[in-house]
């Protein structure tokens, strides 16, 4: 296995070490960007989180918080499992390592602020304990790991991409990673979590999220990105079989986040009905559908208003709220007329 | 856009026609839209219990009478959108509740329906104080009495004119609210039950109550509650907060001196801090006493570990005490940028490093000599000292501080040594990668202070939002109470055919000094916390009027922010102001006594504001006759305007923050009540008649960040007026500031604002705002590198993959990473 040449195409089999000349420098820019995001779980505040929840909440609604946690709890670990068997492995380009590297850490990072939230929210060690047991537990989640299971864990026993079977095999693993659980499942995940804060409720929840999404949103965009590349350099793996197979998948992931819908609203909250989630996902799939190029599967249009609270800048009152809008590694030297 | 609500409406079966009953929407598994709603047999249950099967013509019918006068809002819509967000068994009062949150959620569709949401929500309220049997405004206030939550004057002034008082209401004033100011007085401004949690009174009744109290007459008292609920005046939090209440802590701002360099002093004051933040005030403290690391303690013979173990400790206790259950405590700590912890200060709110020496929750300032800024114009060597060794430089400024630095530094009394240049660099740092690290200005807001005439009189600190410019000492700890005029509210719209709108000068005259008079009443009237607040606040009866709403002027007025007409209004105004808070308090002066200290202010010499700027104002045979009245009759407040930055009163009156351009055009506010959508409603006054309030171009505005540069279509000059903050020379916003700044006897919450900032970028700006005489500066307001997905816009389908590939090496053999 040589690293000093650079392969022909990113799925060559190897472990390319050549930075100079650089071949995907787009993922060394996301690289760096990745890196003055950096937040920390410390500066998250849950001060009003456990009175909400006690407080504030519906049976109903504390019930969609615990269901939720306990996803959360594990989603991100298969995330990382996956990165680190699969995608580290495959991806032969330094550049796009590092950024996997990073996202290897951000990973972690939501790992432990979930923990935090967990720890925070549950009182009881017990019940903490069946929260992590969630995917042996709780049917609803359980059914989600095992659509994992089948789209992702297909590639682990491959060691090199060989043949043409393989990279379609690893093309999916991809997409699933990124479209299905990062692009879906989380999306859906994250939508209760504005849903509550659109009330009011649970700001260390939401305010975590934001900067968990704002991650989430990187890897999703650098996921695409590889996937890109790889139709570049080989269009001919998205052939009529892939892309039957993609519909599939995608169609597959929404009924499963929808039965996950069920569980969570099942006691009756008001504000948010499974139609209305189920739109939002069939919503979502599309969206990914377009971005790969490939035609919109559903045709809905997003029924959760409050998600557009989303994708607007906030404006923070610091009496009330921690500005979660900087930078770090600025850079640069003193001078007394630069333009501003 | 009704066109296109109709569609959509048809689409799912329903009829637009108010009151029909829609028919079962398409059943195919993917037909579902956000219009239709499950046909099963819903029911609510009432408020007596008994269960009722959901009628969608009642709820069109309630929402339809808040419809009046709002034409481009749907009733059915609402109403069909609500039922589709209920469950079977939801309350009635839930049902309430969503269709408010539902009418609320179309807002970036058609800001119209904030004004709807607002008005279900004005009813709503209505309710629930009608229902514990309150209607009169006597009645709530006799409520809040046997609830213990009134005090006795406020009871008395009301029992003696409750006929007057209860006549006075106007309820149609509610609909002056926008739904997110109704929204931020319901949740957390009203009275509630101490165990039901229900408000005990409606909007105009709080705002009846807050004007009775703040009142010495009826008379008074009325022109009051009609300046708080045309929202033309919004006295601050506190004070919306407290009055009329046992404890009646209306004050806004404390500034306290540094803790003496000793650990009692030191305890003591984590105590007053924490008595100032339970009543709602927002507190500044000096640490500028306090030994640095390595100091020797001569009593134990060991070394000290500097300021920042001991403002860890301070952060934990502003976590730990809340404003009244109402807000989080908040603390600025001031620190000039001689002491020797200074770069460890820096590092406090860096999210990364050692933890027990982070303090999340503190916000840090920098209170800089113009020594150190000559040093850095210089590129020369700046020297740290352990104030322990010169005790004297915190109360020193001008040449005297100089002197005493230059001698400390002769005798070789400095801790360390380094490049001034290096020092700033690590505040631009600072500032860039956590907004915090203000940079506030010692010597001009010093010399520019009218309560530093005599020697040893110095200011050692700005407050919490870096608008409050006082002298404080041991025993005497700075406060000030705070009101703002609504400037958006003090305009005129010319007859038909004349013209534009124009500023009304002679409104503002008028509001000013009703606004003057009550904040100073609120000197006398207030419960103060801890013993060197009422010292300082009796001998000096300062006030900080300030302003909010500026931008509404500009975009009523259709101008550039930083126009020259714009300019001139804003230089205008900020004139008005201070002369007529001066006159005001004049006629205090000689109704009721000039401040005891008056004869130790600038003012007594007949040195006003603008002297220490070297402006000459315009009009100046007036402001000589003012200057005269001042010198015979005196002052009543030793200083009479502030700029607060109006983060919450802004949104109870719908307006732009103080004088801040608007951040975007489309934002969200993040607040306890949670999120809330905001549309800029001119922009979109202005695009609807172009045709042009339509889906694309809302999804361009998203993706744009509330920017409408990308919008082609707009014409120039509304591109022109409709720029972000982001999108603005800071200099304009500098400059403005520093016109403004000649007639503000304290000073302004001046945020800047920079997309990605760099230290060479940040270091310039900075110099230029000392340059220009800013006595403080405030956030500077960056954004994230990376951005979170959109997860609402429709993701165009691009070209197939493989078609772009060869296009892009065609076009641009060079370039393409592909060919590389």
Redo the contacts between chains.
Sequence with gaps: MSGAGRPARILDPGMCLTLR?M????FFEMYR??I?????V??V?F??DVSDLQKKMTDAERHLVHRLVAFFATGDSIVANNLVLNLYRHINAPEARMYLSRQLYEEALHVQFYLTLLDTYVPDPEERHRAFAAVETIPSIQKKANFCLRWLDSTADLNRLETRAHRKQFLLNLLCFAGCVEGLFF?GA??YV?FL?????L?GLAGGT?WV??D???H??FAFEVV?TI???E?EL?DAEMKRDIAEMFDEAVTCETQFAEDL?GK??????V??V??YL???A???L??L????Q???????????????????????????????G??????????? | MLTETKSEVTKTGATKTNGATPSRPATGARATTEESYPQTTMRVRKRNGTPEPVDVNKIVRAVNRCCLGLSDVDAMRVATKTISGLYDGATTRELDQLSIQTAAALIFEEPQYARLAARLLATYIDKEVRGQEIHAFSQSVLAAQRLGLANERLTTFVGNNARKLNDAITVERDREFEYFGLRTVYDRYLLRHPKTRMVIETPQQFFLRIACALSETVAEALELYRLFSTLEYVPSSPTLFNAGTRHEQLSSCFLLDSPEDHLVGIYQKYTDAAMLSKFSGGIGLAYHRVRSRGSLIESTNGHSNGIVPWLKTLDASVAAVNQGGKRKGACCVYLEPWHADIEDFLAMRDNTGDEASRTHNLNLANWIPDLFMRRVEADADWSLFDPKLVPTLPDLYGDDFERAYADAEEAGLASKTVKARELYARMMRSLAQTGNGWMTFKDKSNRACNQTALPGRTVHLSNLCTEIIEVTSGAETAVCNLGSINLGRHTVRAEEGEGGVSFDFEKLARTVRTAIRQLDRVIDLNFYPIASTQASNLRWRPVGLGVMGLQDVFFQMRLAFDAPEARAISKRIAEEIYFHALTASVDLAAEKGRHPSFEETRAARGELQFDAWGVTPDGSGRWQDLRTRVREVGLRNSLLIAIAPTATIASIAGCYECIEPQVSNLFKRETLSGDFMQVNRYLVAELKPLGLWTETVRAKLKMGEGSVQALAELPEDLRLIYRTVWEMPMRSLIDMAADRGAFIDQSQSLNLFAESPNIGQLSSMYFHAWKQGLKTTYYLRSRPATRIAKATVETPVPPSADAAAVACSLENPESCEACQ
């Design positions: 000349p071949a995907y420098p787009s960007a990745a003055k995001n950096t937040w920390t410390e500066e505040d001060s009003t999306f994250f939508a504005y804060r659109s009330r009011g409720l700001h934001n999404f704002r989430e949103s990187a999703m965009a890109k139709r570049r350099e269009p998205f609203l009756g909250v008001v504000g948010l009905s139609r209305e189920r739109g069939e919503f979502c599309d969206q990914r377009a971005t190029g490939l035609p919109k559903y045709g809905t249009r997003n029924p959760l208003a409050f998600m557009d609270l989303q994708d607007v800048q906030e404006v923070a009152n610091f009496f009330e709220r921690r500005v979660s809008a900087y930078q770090v600025v850079v640069g030297d003193v001078v007394l007329d630069a333009a501003f």
